[in-house]
């Protein structure tokens, strides 16, 4: 054996963990055991601490050391614009923009036929729920722009269409400062299909 | 505040390691809670043994939980060629070659006069006194080809013209593999000086 087992054990850790490889590993472990001992015991405590408190919001499932998550919770956020979201990670993402003032519900998946995911094992019966308690909803679907992410888009759209519920998507485009002719046809084609009239 | 406070301090965390920006942090924060609870509480409590059991080898300063490391305590090495590195990370790539049979001296750093690092801030002395006792030393200097690993290099070479020991460095050259077109003109150079005859 190469390394010693403590190392070891803390190169496989971080191994897995997503898109650390052998070596990022192996020079995060060495880098760890240069931290002073404080903050190696803190992060021993707040390991446990983040895994044993973090759970998904009872309403929208957006993960949260609460029961009801701070943006839920927020009277000045616009309980009516729900933005439909893969996972936590955008949450963070759109919650960094700052500009949005609705709220979130987090599905925690993509439906996927190929990989036998269906729409009950996504968060979506709660969204249906929340939807039915608003007067005027209105849905904003921001999931990627994939085969699950289209078909959960389709999925959403059709067991609403007979509510009261506005549902729009972001629009597909060119990402801002990219160059045309290194765009893929498949976005140019969707940014002609989604362009927008210059008033 | 965007993350609950023991996400936060997690991503914190992460990122203090090294090439981990704030979105890796936020990534392998987040796939953390994913991991199954046993896994974070052998995560957490071998934190800190590692930091609490791994220290430098007396004899050759390369990180062991034992007071010698196993290189060093084991008969089949031979003790006379001592291959002197940077640091730890380079004894466990040599180690993965797997064909080095003698032992290693491990600096710890390198002299670097523009950093303030002289000759006493590293490990060497003890290399010395590992030199004296050996009846037909030989030191390989596998340092890095910066200022700082030539310029450590040549300090070794100095302080050891008097004495009965073979020294030697590493080659440099082309990487195996690499295009001669795409190589940088320093290391092309390097190559023609260290260029070996055909037998």
């Known amino acids: 054996m190469i390394y010693p087992k403590s190392l070891e054990n803390l190169i496989e850790f971080y191994k897995k963990l997503p898109g650390i490889g052998e070596k990022s590993a192996e020079r995060m472990a060495l880098a ?3 931290l002073p001992i404080e903050q190696i015991e803190d992060a021993s405590t707040n390991l446990l601490e983040a ?5 998904p919001c009872k309403i929208c499932g957006h993960i949260t050391d609460k029961d009801i ?4 919770s927020d ?5 009516n614009i729900i933005c439909v979201l893969e996972d936590s990670k955008s949450v963070f993402t759109f919650e960094k923009i700052g500009n949005f003032k609705g709220v979130y519900h987090v599905l925690g998946g993509l439906i996927s036929p190929t990989e036998g995911i269906g729409y009950e094992d996504i968060n979506l019966s709660s969204l249906l729920d ?5 007067e005027h909803p209105e849905l904003i679907l921001a999931l990627k722009s994939t085969i699950e992410g289209e078909t959960t888009t389709l999925f ?3 067991i609403l269409e007979n509510k009261e519920v506005i549902i729009s998507r972001l629009s597909y485009g060119i990402p801002m ?4 002719d290194y765009m893929d046809t498949i976005t ?3 940014a002609l299909d989604d362009r927008k009239q210059i008033s």
Request: glycine share 4%; charged share 45%.
């Open 188 to 190: 140019l084609d969707k």
């Open 32 to 34: 760890t055991l240069d």
């Open 130 to 134: 929340r939807v039915e308690k608003l």
């Open 69 to 72: 998550c701070p943006i839920c």
């Open 75 to 79: 009277d000045d956020r616009n309980k």
């Open 156 to 158: 959403i759209k059709k």
């Open 177 to 180: 400062g990219a160059d045309i």
């Open 51 to 55: 895994k044993n408190n973090l759970k």
